[in-house]
Each structure stands twice: as structure tokens, then as C-alpha cells.
């Protein structure tokens, strides 16, 4: 499980706080208006934001580690894949950041890119791929990290609706096979009722316990319903 124990985020014009607990292996949506603070509260159990209160995993708290020793891997939008390195050396990076591959780091992340589709291209540059393929190269690299908490900002939100549906999907079923968590930050409905089971409503300087995805949507609260444009 996932805790968080009266955590309080400030910044000089921003404040938001967080009393909730996520069940393991959840796939959870992170929705709400723009600023709400969704990126900040994924940040915070990253390790990139400071705040009061207790992150806890699994009943440890992880708030006192460097990200590099939490328990978390994390995607972004832009995949920060690096452009002069070769996708088996990208993925390398989630094992070894100074990238001295033992031979069993290269045969993991050749399997991390067989997973996800991309066996074949490990040799290759991300410059030469398609941005469904760098995607999946992104996803590789935070699978073999082998972290149970996976923080998905925003990752697929440049893709045409066909490709993200199927990278959701391509998460949603890695996450069964792992046993991962997930928590992703979403702007858009329809993916948070693809990938999750439950839902993180965040807005007016407070993250909600988790509600299921569709009731949140079905029966959104007022801030919600306006940021869905259903008044
Ligand atoms: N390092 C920081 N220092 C000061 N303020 C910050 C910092 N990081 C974020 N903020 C502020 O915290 C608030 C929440 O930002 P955050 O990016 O988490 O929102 P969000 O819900 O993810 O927004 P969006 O959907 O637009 O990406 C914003 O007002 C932002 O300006």
C-alpha cells in the first residue's frame, strides 16, 4: 500500500495536502485542473518535491530516501530518451546510469525492448523512430527498472488517440504481469477509464482518496463536472 500520512505540500503561492492510501498493484488515474497540483504530488513521492508528513510504502516510509532508492520509476511526456545513445543504451540507463552494462543488464534490457515490442531495434537511435516507438523504448526503460511504483506524468498525451489507447493498454497489461502500481496523470477522461481502476481527484489544494474511475466520472463533483465541461 501506498500512504500518504497528512502530507502537506507548500509552495510561496501554492498549497496542497494529501491524507490517502493506494492498495497495491492499483492502477490509479491522477485527474483534476490544470495547477491543481498533479505533477507536484507525483513529484513528492519521487523524491523531487519537499513536503511535511509521511510518504509511506508498504508500511516503510520512503520520504527520507534519495529518489534513486525509492521504490519508484517514472515516465514523463517527453520519454527523455537520450538522442546520441542507442535504444538498448536508453534502456541500459534505467540499470546502470553510468551505463557499464554487465552481460546480464544488456540481455534484461534486450528483454525489456522484446516486451515491448521493439526487439529488433535496439541498435537503433531514437532519432529514427516513430513517436509510438520511442514510447515503448521509455516504457522499457522504467520496466527494467523492476520498480513496483510506476508514476506515468502526462507520458502518452503527444500521441494520436489510436497509439495512446494502445500504449495504455501495453502499461495496463505490464502492470498485471509486475504486479506494479501505477499511478498517471491524465487531462483526458477517456484514459483514465482505459488504464485505471480508481481514480485521484486533485483540486482546490487537496488530493481525494481514491474513488472508482467510473463513479468519479459518472458522478463527478462540481469541480470536476466543470473541468469536464458538464455543468
Ligand atoms: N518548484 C516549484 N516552486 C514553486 N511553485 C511550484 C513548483 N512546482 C510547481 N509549483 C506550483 O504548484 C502548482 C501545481 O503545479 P503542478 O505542475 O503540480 O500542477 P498540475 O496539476 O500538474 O498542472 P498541469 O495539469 O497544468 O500540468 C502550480 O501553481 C505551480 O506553479
Redesign the pocket.
Known sequence: MLTFDAVEIA????R?TASLDIQAGRRVAVI??????????L?AIAGF?QHEGAILWQGERIDGLPPAKRPVAMLFQDNNLFTHLTLGQNVGLGLRPDLRLAPDDKAAADAALDRVGLGRFGSRKPGSLSGGQQSRAALARVLVMRRPLLLL??PFAALGPALKDEMLDLVAELAEETGATVLM?T?DPRDAVRLSEEAVF?ADGVAAPPVPTPQLLEDPPPKLAAYLGRR
Open positions: 509552495f510561496p503561492s501554492f496542497l483534476g485542473p490544470s495547477g491543481a497540483g498533479k505533477s507536484t504530488l513529484g518535491v506524468d502526462e496523470v487531462h486533485v
